[in-house]
């Protein structure tokens, strides 16, 4: 899908920037960090970098996964998530090496038993270790 429609599906505004941010998801492979898109786009506004992230977040466009070291990652999310509801319950893999992070769709996170009274509202699988390149 063309970044213009899925800002449109997910009632955001289109602006230039929103638009190379989402193309630059789009074209990677792989999961990106802040620092990977300030990276690739030039003259981008930290604050609005760390605002267009949270909003495209809170839409359901990308999705959040924490890794053990550094800042966080985001991934372009499947095509079901909506505002306020995300249904990206799959593993990710976060190469020690090369510290790429990737999603892997088709790896469901196992149901566990929480205490009773307890609600899960994200599952977050990560494995790491070394990726093809680097293994
Ligand atoms: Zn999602
Ligand atoms: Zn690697
Ligand atoms: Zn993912």
């Known amino acids: 899908m063309h970044s213009t429609e899925i800002l449109k599906n997910h009632g955001i505004r289109l602006t230039e920037t929103r638009q190379k941010i989402?193309?630059?998801?789009?074209?990677?492979?792989?999961?990106?960090?802040?620092?990977?898109?300030?990276k690739s786009l030039e003259n981008l506004d930290r604050i609005t970098l760390y605002r267009t992230l949270k909003t495209f977040e809170e839409k359901g466009i990308i999705h959040k996964i924490p890794n053990s070291g550094?800042?966080?990652?985001?991934?372009?999310c499947?095509?079901?998530?909506?505002?306020?509801q995300h249904h990206d319950s799959h593993?990710?893999?976060?190469?020690?090496?090369?510290g790429k992070?990737?999603?892997?769709?088709?790896?469901?996170?196992?149901?566990?038993?929480?205490?009773?009274?307890?609600?899960?509202?994200?599952?977050?699988?990560?494995?790491?270790?070394?990726?093809?390149?680097?293994?």
């Not at 550094?70 to 372009?76: D, K, V």
């Not at 769709?105 to 390149?133: A, R, S």
């Open 22 to 38: 989402l193309n630059t998801f789009l074209q990677s492979p792989e999961a990106l960090s802040n620092e990977d898109i300030e």
């Open 70 to 76: 550094n800042s966080p990652m985001y991934a372009i």
């Open 78 to 84: 499947q095509d079901n998530c909506t505002e306020h």
């Open 91 to 98: 593993g990710h893999f976060h190469c020690l090496e090369c």
């Open 101 to 135: 992070t990737v999603c892997m769709d088709h790896t469901d996170v196992p149901g566990i038993k929480v205490p009773e009274g307890y609600k899960v509202e994200q599952k977050h699988l990560i494995l790491e270790g070394k990726c093809d390149v680097c293994s």
